[in-house]
């Protein structure tokens, strides 16, 4: 059974750093498409980064280009949001995902339906 455990969420200033890390078992992800989306309170669940697990490729939204880093470690079955610059519109709980992601390629990475989620991690950032 797949799981995905996120940690690393809390409370920080706007220009502060957090460092969300998500626990993948139950599986090889080898080849998996793996992830991370976000919801902020009344607003759509939107897709923030993901990394192919093999390969390293990667894909950010817009909103978190240049701020963002998504890596993984691969001895660890770990994957990482590095989240540098936090504006108050960080705000949200932050979900690790994963998909086979069969003939996929980065740019269709936001439009996955991801297979499995973590329970998500709250980032609250303050002005």
């Known amino acids: 059974q797949v799981q995905l455990v996120e940690s690393g969420g809390g409370l920080v200033q706007a220009g502060g750093s957090l460092r969300l890390s998500c626990s993948a078992s139950?599986?090889?992800?080898?080849?998996?498409?793996m992830g991370w989306f976000r919801q902020a309170p009344g607003k759509e669940r939107e897709f923030v980064a993901a990394?192919?697990?093999?390969?390293?490729?990667?894909s950010y939204a817009d909103s978190v280009k240049g701020r963002f880093t998504i890596s993984r470690d691969n001895a660890k079955n770990m994957v990482f949001l590095q989240s540098n610059s936090l504006k108050p519109e960080d705000t949200a709980v932050y979900y690790c995902?994963?998909?086979?992601?069969?003939?996929?390629?980065?740019?269709?990475?936001?439009?996955?339906?991801?297979?499995?989620w973590g329970q998500g991690t709250q980032v609250t950032v303050s002005s």
């Open positions: 995902v994963a998909d086979r992601g069969y003939g996929s390629t980065a740019t269709g990475w936001g439009n996955l339906k991801y297979d499995y």
């Open positions: 139950g599986r090889t992800f080898s080849s998996y498409v």
């Open positions: 990394i192919r697990w093999s390969g390293g490729s990667t």
